[in-house]
């Protein structure tokens, strides 16, 4: 974020972001925490001008974690999470 005044333009940033994935969607998730959750859905209603749903963007699940990279959030995939959805314990 440039400046702490200029809202974080989550739908530019994530827009990028989902552009660079190979695959289906539902081989990732977003990882926000839960402050950037807040601001994401807060950009969504007076911003975006849209129902404020942190569950999924571009169809592909939100988790609360930390982020690794130190951005407001990191698109990872699944695999990350140490299961695998499909597999029975």
Do not use: C, K
Request: hydrophobic residues 30%.
């Amino acid at each position: 974020m440039s400046g702490q005044n200029e809202m974080y333009d989550y739908h530019r940033e994530m827009t990028d972001a989902v552009s660079q994935i190979s695959g289906d969607e539902e081989e990732w998730v977003w990882v926000m925490n839960e402050e950037h959750r807040r601001r994401y859905r807060y950009f969504l209603e007076h911003v975006m001008g849209t129902y404020p749903d942190d569950s999924e963007n571009f169809g592909i699940g939100i988790m609360t974690g930390e982020p690794s990279n130190g951005e407001p959030f990191e698109l990872v995939r699944r695999h990350w999470l140490g299961f695998d959805e499909d597999e029975e314990a």
